[in-house]
């Protein structure tokens, strides 16, 4: 994919090059370098000794005395080997689509001794400097000789300065403008702007294949635990459709949370009708089974007609997600009417907005509202449809721009897609938590209904972020859709239930492009997967 940004231009003094104190005092050289004798000395109106000799006069200093503070200054020069590498990592990556320029106020004397550094200097396409242009930054006129000399589009360029008013000139001429101040926090911007994000969550999820594990937060009371459970793996297989990337411990019927025994609760955890449901929606399993799996579901119903967590009658529990869950496989194989006091249940969880600060089971309101999507995507039945769809679009809508983690967010993003919202806002949010390494930061899922230890899993936050921006660059990029035993990880659903959200779509790439603006200002598959 070509990048989303074709060109950066650096400073080089303090962004590429580090230099140590002189003789003269940190006080004095501020001044110095402030000076409208130095600024003329940068634009190549005054020769070394006339700079050095107008400065002594000034600041009542001898002109050798300058002369050797600068020396040392000269000596002290250091590159930055680590931004270097990254700008000669993002060139290759873009295959010569990305140019990279310097533009510093630097005297042309001083550049000559800048030159004899041992730097890799063919990373930049052309250097330029107030010395040759006789003009320095911010001044406007500098700008726009850069711009003119390399021909590059502003709104495909990133400025990159540690002085806050040379970055507002860039910004005010189009450019992509980002303040030096810490160098991690701009390597991970230049990443996040340059490269694709889609691409480079991928190959996260590639290389971390088989090891995506899931993981308990920590506090003053406990360190952060890995965990191995299948719901999260479940729930990655949907969104990737590869199956090399998860480990799942499967089971010929019902399914656990947990691949062995219990962690940080019971070692002998119950079987769920939560992971079970997810596990026969997402693999192929023989209708005769599934039946008789959905049969023996039904005789754990509470009081109120409710469906409950575990087959476990000692654990009369239930939530609503998990009852979402379980709708998504009865109505998947056609059999919802037989849940119909558990639908009216999440019906009104929805109307009354109970899901705000989450539930028993999982964290945050997003779990409820992107599940709701996904039983709604699971059949075409229009009474379901009709019930839920238009009460969902107003109830994420009233979310749009929530605080909320990288799963948050992308969760909210993928439901606002499925009901035709156009959510640009939340894009803007989730594209700047992509760490260097490719993955999103860690979202939270699930937690411990007892103690309330969250869980979350880099690898799902990743592939759910991957189908948010997908979704935000394509036409209804949806979760699964299996309307039966024979189509699992199953497209869409019918035309007819996603016209609405196929309407007034925009352009994909320049809205992503829009969106990656923002970042540091604070296709389906139908093929099958094998059981």
């Known amino acids: 994919m070509a990048c989303q940004y074709t060109a950066i231009i650096f400073d080089l003094g303090d962004v590429l090059f580090k230099w140590s104190q002189t003789s003269i005092s940190t006080r004095t050289l501020r001044e110095v370098l402030s000076s409208p004798t130095w600024f003329d000395y940068e634009r190549g109106r005054l020769s070394e000794a006339d700079c050095y000799a107008k400065v002594g006069q000034e600041f009542m200093m001898e002109p050798d005395e300058i002369a050797q503070a600068f020396q040392q200054a000269r000596d002290s020069v ?95 001429l189009g450019l992509y403008g980002i303040i030096f101040d810490n160098p991690k926090t701009v390597a991970r911007a230049l990443r996040n702007l340059v490269g694709d994000p889609i691409t480079r969550g991928r190959a996260f999820l590639k290389q971390n294949a088989g090891r995506l594990l899931s993981v308990t937060d920590k506090n003053d009371k406990h360190a952060a635990v890995e965990l191995r459970e299948n719901f999260a793996q479940l729930l990655i297989l949907e969104a990737t459709n590869n199956r090399t990337l998860v480990d799942l411990v499967e089971h010929p019927r019902t399914w656990n949370f947990f691949q062995g025994k219990g962690q940080l609760t019971t070692e002998q955890f119950p079987f769920d009708l939560d992971t079970t449901s997810l596990a026969l929606t997402v693999l192929r399993r023989d209708k005769k089974l599934a039946f008789s799996i959905m049969d023996e579901m039904l005789e754990y119903v509470g009081p109120d007609g409710i469906i409950l967590t575990y087959f476990d009658h000692r654990r009369p529990r239930f939530d609503p997600i998990v009852c979402v869950n379980t709708l998504s496989l009865f109505y998947s194989y056609g059999r919802g009417n037989e849940l119909q006091k558990t639908l009216q249940w999440v019906h009104e969880v929805l109307r009354n907005r109970a899901y705000l600060e989450g539930t028993r089971y999982y964290e945050t309101p997003e779990c409820f509202l992107f599940f709701t999507s996904r039983l709604l995507a699971s059949s075409d039945d229009q009474q379901l449809h009709a019930m839920l769809k238009p009460l969902l679009k107003e109830r994420v809508q009233e979310r749009i721009g929530a605080k909320g983690d990288a799963l948050a967010l992308a969760m909210r993003i993928i439901v606002t897609d499925f009901v035709g919202i156009r959510n640009e806002v939340d894009l803007r949010a989730l594209l700047p938590l992509q760490c260097e390494d490719g993955g999103w930061e860690i979202g939270w899922m699930y937690k411990y209904g007892s103690s309330g230890i969250r869980i979350g899993n880099r690898g799902l936050t990743t592939a759910l972020a991957i189908k948010a921006v997908e979704a935000m660059r394509n036409p209804s990029i949806l979760m699964s859709h299996s309307p039966s035993p024979s189509s699992n990880i199953v497209a869409t659903p019918s035309s007819k239930v996603k016209s609405t959200a196929a309407t007034g779509r925009h352009q994909r790439t320049k809205s992503l492009r829009d969106s990656l603006q923002w970042l540091w200002h604070v296709g389906k598959s139908s093929k099958p997967i094998e059981a």
């Open 78 to 172: 250091r590159a930055d080997d680590e931004l270097i590498a990254l700008i000669r990592e993002l060139k290759a990556q873009s295959n010569g689509e990305l140019r990279v320029f310097a533009m510093s106020n630097i005297s042309l004397p001083d550049y000559e001794v800048l030159r004899t550094k041992p730097v890799d200097w063919s990373i930049f396409d052309r250097v330029f400097t107030s010395g040759a242009a006789g003009e320095r930054k911010p001044n406007l006129g500098f700008f726009k000789q850069v711009l003119s000399a390399t021909g590059v589009d502003p709104q495909r360029t990133i400025f990159v300065d540690d002085r806050s008013e040379n970055v507002l000139s860039a910004r005010s």
